[in-house]
């Protein structure tokens, strides 16, 4: 077998694992039981309350959920750039890194997580235009941010970030000298992704890359996020209420309600033999991408509870076709109901996509 017959196997073995039981991959970040709380003038806020999940390396998760949910505060809280109004006040995560190296990031030294942040994990934010200085050239923001983690050999840093640009489908010396208000949305995208992938770190957070932009460029973006990942195998979460580029990028995906994760498996298990309500209100939600007929929507009935006073039991059961008596009183725990698929519910094995059970809820809740 040739070399590149060897390599084409390796990642079609790679890929057919990533996000099933078979996957034996290290797990690269293990969460446990996080809470983020906001300060308001009412009190604390919860906004993600003991959510927990395993992400193995080489893998890409998808936070999916509507806005409010948690999934942007559970990404700035694994990054430590929470607001100075909100704090972690439970749980732990750890990174363990490709030299094996584990991290407790909640309890590192401010001086040890800015030697971590971006050098073993990164992230690009929702909205490109707030994170490049716009009055520093292209350039000096990737000399910066080299500087800043010790690498201070200008040349390399220069042949690199060129070398970025091109992953991410730019013209490498028209971009670099640029101001970022010489550059379009989709273009200050890709250098974000750029810029976060510069000192090669094992994770990738992506918050909501293509938000704002017109369907042509998301497509771009989302390919160049595809092609990256093919060539550098990093690890990925990525953050979206689009629940078609999550069905295209990831290999788990995680369902947050109400600060919960409230559903997290393979990304087929998810999509095709969902188990949560929510989730199936998302996917009853959106159009379907395959069949011959076009299947009327059904939107989610009611509202997302307000975070200050989140219902007793489940949270999502005022919303719930499904929802008995348990369900106003306990809050399921997030149980394995097969593989690497796991869910909290109650009535996990009743919970169907049927249509008519949904239109009904619906009419329930607007009759008041």
Same mark, same amino acid.
């Not at 890359?209 to 990942?229: C, E, N, Y």
């Given at each position: 077998?040739?070399?590149?017959? +060897?390599?084409?196997? #390796? ?6 694992? =990533? ?20 300060? +308001? ?9 003991? &959510? &927990? ?9 998808? *936070?999916?959920?509507? /806005?409010?949910?948690?999934? /942007?505060? *559970? ?6 750039? *929470? ?18 190296? +584990? $991290? ?60 970025? #640009?091109?992953?991410? @489908? ?17 273009? =200050?995208?890709?250098? /974000? ?23 042509? +460029? ?8 595809? &092609?990256? =990942? ?26 947050? $309600? ?19 309500? $929510? ?14 007929? #076009?299947?009327? *929507? ?13 219902? &007793? ?36 094995? @009743? ?18």
């Amino acid at each position: 077998m040739t070399d590149q017959a +060897t390599r084409a196997a #390796f990642e079609a073995e790679r890929n057919r694992t =990533r996000g099933t039981a078979e996957s034996t991959a290290p797990v690269i970040l293990s969460i446990k039981d996080v809470s983020v709380q906001y300060k +308001t003038p009412f009190g604390w806020m919860t906004a993600v309350r003991k &959510s &927990s999940m395993d992400i193995r390396r080489g893998e890409a998760v998808a *936070l999916i959920g509507e /806005s409010g949910s948690g999934k /942007s505060t *559970l990404g700035f809280a694994l990054l430590r750039m *929470l607001p100075r109004a909100a704090r972690v006040n439970n749980g732990s995560a750890m990174f363990t890194d490709n030299e094996g190296k +584990t $991290y407790d990031l909640f309890s590192m030294s401010d001086k040890e997580f800015r030697d971590f942040r971006w050098s073993k994990c990164a992230m690009t934010f929702q909205a490109a235009q707030n994170v490049l200085n716009p009055v520093m050239r292209v350039s000096n923001i990737f000399y910066e941010t080299a500087k800043a983690h010790g690498w201070n050999d200008r040349k390399a840093v220069r042949e690199k970030t060129l070398d970025l #640009f091109k992953k991410v @489908q730019l013209d490498p010396r028209r971009v670099f000298d640029a101001y970022p208000h010489e550059l379009s949305g989709g273009m =200050r995208q890709r250098v /974000s992704i750029a810029l976060s992938l510069l000192l090669d770190p094992d994770l990738l957070i992506l918050d909501e890359p293509t938000t704002a932009l017109d369907i042509i +460029t998301q497509r771009a973006i989302i390919d160049v996020v595809k &092609s990256l =990942r093919e060539q550098l195998d990093f690890t990925m979460i990525f953050i979206s209420h689009d629940l078609s580029l999550a069905a295209e990028l990831a290999d788990r995906v995680a369902t947050m $309600y109400a600060g919960e994760i409230v559903e997290y498996g393979p990304v087929r298990d998810v999509f095709y033999e969902p188990e949560h309500p $929510y989730t199936v209100g998302l996917l009853n939600a959106v159009p379907p991408i395959t069949g011959e007929e #076009f299947t009327p *929507l059904v939107a989610i009935p009611g509202a997302t509870p307000n975070l200050l006073s989140i219902p &007793s039991g489940c949270p999502f059961h005022p919303r719930c076709p499904f929802a008995t008596e348990i369900c106003v009183n306990v809050n399921p725990p997030l149980e394995e109901v097969g593989g690497t698929h796991y869910v909290a519910c109650h009535h996990h094995d @009743q919970v169907t996509r049927d249509q008519e059970v949904w239109e009904g809820m619906e009419a329930t809740v607007a009759a008041g």
